[in-house]
């Protein structure tokens, strides 16, 4: 009997009880995430605010559930952009090769040596801040280290036999990289999208943990977390609670990366 | 089995022997810091980086530093008073142009020189020559001088051209000796603190004049350390501060009880700047309509545990007769009141703009916040931007290009000129756009008139007009924590930006 993938088993769970978090808190809070109530500073946990409540008296439980889908959101975005923008560029340059690939792959190179916060960092203070912009400046940061896993995957399957024989039946370049090849590639792109999607959310975290990515008073996982330094000592649930869902989100879909990389 | 319980034991030994060495070294450290030679440690912000020359330094961080080193003929006090200091005695003619200062007898520089009408001269020309930067604004000011005569070494005569009822505040200049070459590096003034050293970026070191004309210090040695405002807690913790000024609520609350937490204010209008080109802020009852919808009171209960004044035009407490209190009470919070006025405006349904707060003061992002919380129950959505402080300047400062900012304003000297200039429709830095022809013409009356009463009545309409028309959506006056020391007492809030280490003394 084959052992079983207790990798993939815990992170398939943690990640679906996170997911189900997201989806309900898209629907439904408890209360409103950003409705403040001066009786209720820094509240502790009752059966109203199952968590607690923050320096504005907003209920943290509800905060996290919205927080959690912001994060997402930016960090699926994020992943989004990279992951289709990588595909492409890489599908491209690793299928035809010759001058396109040289230069594509050098700006690729030049992209990819600034760091992805530093990126982005130029990238909102050329145009602004905010949860949408700031999809898209990690995405363009992202796109790099996708297009290079696509591309030498599209290198090492282009000379492969299913390759020549569909060529030999007639088939146009754009059905064998996207119909014949791609497929091929997906379990390698899989689980680095899985762990691309890891990083961005550390980055949305970061980014809003410096102000630049969601805006107040909206919440976001790093935006809380943010907020929450001034009352480390006084209130320390506040940062730990939006911790604790950064690193089970993280965790989760590790796990699941690494659980694929087995099975395959 | 015996192997490894001696492993224990061994491991044990080196952390006690670890232990004792570190316990050694706190205990030499806290012996230095409760010796009272070694004097009082007060962290600072930010480093001394622009000039100690005091004719070229801009900070209000450097110049907070500098108030204890240099004086000038007159001193301004805690209550916001302008004092004869260098000048034993002034007197001003019936015409008001001639201002003539008698020099205190035995006023000694800290290098021990006696203080001559020609230093006093010598300053105030470097002050009037714009060639020499006019770092503290005050050459405009000085083109209105006429003429500056020396009759003796002990008089100083000063003759204006137009007759000017914030001369007197100017002559707060520093006076400082024509003989120092080196006034950037070795700087020398009459203050009750003489200057010692300064280490770039680490500390400034001052100790007490001993010859110092007025009340002598009581501290011997001063040390202005720095220390960022994100750690300020861990050192005053720590112990290698013993004083802070402006810290937060937050972080006062954070403070153990080695700690005294001074109250006052931050002599600054918080507001939320409305620019008046945005086309929902050129009509009246809009703005109505938003003084209407927040609830001040509201916003210092969530942000600073209710401390704070609240105020309700461009001036605050800190300038006594020119302050009007009950102005506060102009738009009451009136949620109906608000929807019928933005119906009336031609918004039944509200409307959306956004707020640019500049994102390194957290007071003025929480402000924000609590405010797009209240705008809400009118249907108004306020949308936070953060922006870093250096594209706050440009873009909302210079360009005028926002539609709101929560900020708070400051007032450059002890006038009320300095707070009501900037909304006249002509000023340079009006930024919010605006313009009133009532307002104008209260404010030009209040700066041509020659008497003290008048001009204050002016001053006092300009607030109103401003109050009434709804040109801000006025909140607070911020309140600002000191942390001292316990072991330190006398400290003392002044109208202006400058800490007085002089008022200080140790508790016995």
Known sequence: ?264 | MKQKMLKNILSVVVLAALTIALGGCAGGKAGDGSSLDSGIVIGIPQDIEDSLDPHEAVAAGTKEVLFNMYEGLLKPDSEGNLNPALAGEYSISEDGKTYTFKLREGVLFHDGTAVTAGDVKYSIEKCADAGNGDALNLAAAFSNIKELNTPDDKTVEIVLKEKDTDFLSYMTVAVIPEANKEPRTDPIGTGPYKFVSRSPQESIVMEKFEQYWGEPAHIQNVTFKISPVDTAVMDLEGGSIDMYARISSAQAAQLGDNFNIEEGTMNLVQAMYLNHDCEYFRDKRVRQALCYGIDEQGILDLTSEGKGTVIGSSMFPAFGKYYMDELKDTYPRDVERAKELLAEAGYPDGFSFTVKVPSNYQPHIDTAQVLAEQLKEIGVTADIELIEWDSWLSDVYTDRNYEATVVGVDAASLTARALLERFDSEAGNNFINYKNAEYDAAFESAVNTTDDGEQTKFYKECEKILAEDAANVYIQDMASFVALNKRYAGYEFYPLYVQDVAKLYILE
């Open chain 1, 1 to 264: 009997m084959k052992k079983k993938n207790w990798n993939l088993l815990i992170g398939g769970l943690l990640s679906g009880i996170m997911l189900l978090f997201i989806v309900v808190g898209f629907f439904y809070t408890p209360c409103s995430p950003e409705a403040m109530d001066n009786a209720a500073k820094f509240a502790g946990v009752s059966a109203k605010h199952l968590m607690g409540c923050d320096h504005f008296g907003r209920d943290i439980f509800s905060r996290i559930l919205k927080g959690c889908g912001n994060t997402f959101i930016v960090a699926f975005g994020t992943v989004l952009i990279g992951t289709l923008c990588g595909i492409f560029l890489g599908a491209f340059t690793g299928y035809y090769g010759g001058v396109l690939d040289e230069i594509l792959m050098r700006v690729n190179d030049a992209v990819f040596a600034f760091p992805s916060i530093l990126l982005a960092l130029v990238f909102v203070s050329l145009f602004g801040g905010g949860k949408y912009n700031i999809i898209l400046a990690l995405g363009i940061a992202f796109v790099p280290s996708f297009a290079r896993i696509v591309r030498s995957e599209f290198i090492r399957c282009k000379n492969m036999d299913y390759v020549k024989s569909a060529r030999l039946m007639g088939a146009g370049d754009l059905r064998i990289m996207f119909v014949h090849i791609l497929p091929n590639v997906m379990p390698v792109l899989v689980s680095s999208v899985l762990i691309g999607f890891n990083n961005a959310v550390l980055a949305e975290a970061g980014m809003s943990y410096l102000g630049i990515g969601v805006q107040p008073p909206e919440a976001s996982l790093g935006r809380m977390l943010s907020e929450a330094q001034s009352y480390l000592f006084s209130k320390p649930s506040m940062a730990f609670l939006p911790g604790l869902m950064i690193v089970l989100l993280v965790l989760g879909f590790s796990l699941m990366s690494e659980g694929l990389k087995r099975e395959r």
